[in-house]
């Protein structure tokens, strides 16, 4: 059982330079996340999602756009990415309704660079 | 004021010693907290959810006080394998979305 998997693991971009964050879930969960983490921010939420087709913004979603085309994938896009991006990003997922017990399932985690 | 704040350490222990965290919420509409344990690059994992009861999983408990808006994290006998990052969580209320707002973290070492 896959779970969350976030593709690529890391990536190094010049400033400038767009790229997209892949974000497969096989539990067929209907709430997905984006969350950045930086030293000493915590996890912020940047888009999310509560259901194929709809999304949403968070916290800190400047610079960042999102599609959910098919419930289990949620893309994050840097259309010109900036050394701020420079994060660790997560995704994650939760079923809705009478299934949810709150608990977000995390990905691995991607390590973005932007020089 | 940070939605949810916690003290971010580090808390050096010895082996065997009990160790607290506590996360404050601004929200008082709020009705679900948990607990994650991250480790180091790695990705967060539920390690408990927080009840109004206050709730127990073997070394550790979890409690919540409304009154003051706070939830806490007890850690007994600490063990070499407990050394992460403890982020306190609370739901956003009324929301219908599951989202979380996290803190920004508690990091415990635990030296032997």
């Known amino acids: 059982n896959a779970g969350v998997t976030q593709t690529p693991k890391f990536r190094v971009l010049k400033t400038g330079q767009s790229m997209t964050l892949l974000c497969a879930q096989d539990?067929?969960?209907?709430?997905m996340y984006w969350y950045r983490q930086d030293p000493g921010m915590g996890l912020r939420l940047i888009h999310y999602?509560?259901?194929?087709?709809?999304?949403a913004k968070g916290e800190v979603p400047d610079g960042y756009n999102v599609s959910r085309l098919k419930k289990q994938n949620f893309l994050l896009g840097l259309e010109s990415a900036a050394p701020s991006q420079t994060s660790v990003y997560f995704c994650?997922?939760?079923?809705?309704?009478?299934?949810?017990?709150?608990?977000?399932?995390f990905g691995e985690g991607s390590r973005l660079t932007v020089l | 004021r940070k939605e949810v704040e916690q003290d971010p350490g580090p808390f050096n222990v010895p082996e065997g010693a009990t160790v607290a965290f506590n996360c404050t919420y601004s929200?008082?509409?709020?009705?679900?907290f948990f607990w994650y344990r991250q480790d180091c690059r790695k990705e967060p994992k539920l390690l408990m959810s927080?009840?109004?009861s206050g709730n127990e999983d073997g070394r550790f408990t979890a409690q919540l006080n409304r009154a003051s808006q706070y939830i806490s994290l007890l850690i007994r006998d600490s063990k070499l394998s407990d050394s992460a990052t403890y982020l306190c969580?609370?739901?956003?209320?009324?929301?219908?979305?599951?989202?979380?707002?996290f803190g920004q973290g508690t990091t415990l070492q635990v030296k032997p």
């Open positions: 927080v009840y109004s």
């Open positions: 539990m067929n969960h209907e709430y």
């Open positions: 969580a609370v739901e956003v209320p009324s929301s219908n979305t599951g989202k979380l707002i």
């Open positions: 929200n008082s509409a709020s009705q679900s």
């Open positions: 999602s509560v259901g194929e087709g709809t999304t």
């Open positions: 994650a997922s939760t079923p809705s309704g009478s299934e949810s017990t709150g608990e977000l399932f």
